[in-house]
């Protein structure tokens, strides 16, 4: 998941030189692309007889420094760069639900540090529900965000921090816990999850 406010820390040479390494080793990814085009096709794979279409999205705010990755970061026609949330995705969610698809959105939005999802996430998030998908993914807090069933479907606001270098619980409480999120599928519906909660010490993770 390239959809994130530090994509473009090296610009565009450095996104590119992301998507080339991505490519060479095999490593999938969605929602980020050489082209617009490229950047809005969802990751298709079969798991087990279920059919997942999976897409990433940026919608998170103006950083303090003035970084706009609407603006800045989002593929066009003649720059590389991630897919932002727009009318046209919610279309397409639409669409491949409609193929018969597990949907998974992972969208990098909301604001840091805030331990409850702003209205405006929530509206988002749970706009991509009602679009189609399944399954949605928030991260960018960099705190744990509440899970919660909206329509049937699942929500995980924020997943926290699993690796993210700098952050001290001396600075802010939370920051160096995350979740890893398990979800149990049958016939195309989440049927259970669980949640692992996690705790990283500098470079290493650990269950607790």
């Known amino acids: 998941m390239q959809t994130n406010n530090h994509c473009y820390d090296y610009g565009e040479e450095g996104f590119k030189d992301t998507l080339a390494a991505l490519k060479e080793y095999g490593i999938p990814t969605s929602g980020a692309g050489y082209t617009a085009e490229e950047a809005k096709k969802?990751?298709?794979?079969?798991?087990n007889g279920t059919n997942f279409a999976i897409i990433s999205c940026g919608a998170f705010p103006i950083e303090r420094t003035g970084f706009n990755g609407e603006k800045?970061?989002?593929?066009?026609?003649?720059?590389?760069?991630?897919?932002?949330q727009n009318e046209e995705l919610f279309e397409n969610i639409k669409k491949e639900k409609a193929s018969g698809n597990f949907v998974i959105v992972n969208v990098h939005g909301g604001f840091e540090y805030?331990?409850?999802?702003?209205q405006l996430q929530r509206d988002l998030y749970e706009k991509f529900v009602d679009c189609g998908a399944d399954l949605v993914f928030g991260s960018h807090p960099h705190v744990i965000q509440p899970t919660e069933w909206y329509k049937g479907k699942l929500i995980v606001y924020s997943l926290g921090n699993f690796i993210f270098n700098g952050e001290s619980e001396f600075a802010v409480y939370?920051?160096?816990?995350?979740?890893?999120?398990?979800?149990?599928l049958v016939n195309g519906k989440i049927?259970?999850?669980e949640i692992y909660p996690t705790r990283h010490n500098e470079t290493s993770v650990r269950l607790r």
């Open 42 to 47: 969802f990751y298709h794979t079969t798991v």
């Open 72 to 84: 800045t970061a989002t593929a066009t026609d003649t720059r590389a760069g991630i897919l932002w």
């Open 114 to 118: 805030r331990r409850k999802p702003h």
């Open 174 to 184: 939370g920051a160096l816990d995350s979740e890893i999120v398990r979800v149990g």
């Open 191 to 193: 049927v259970y999850t």
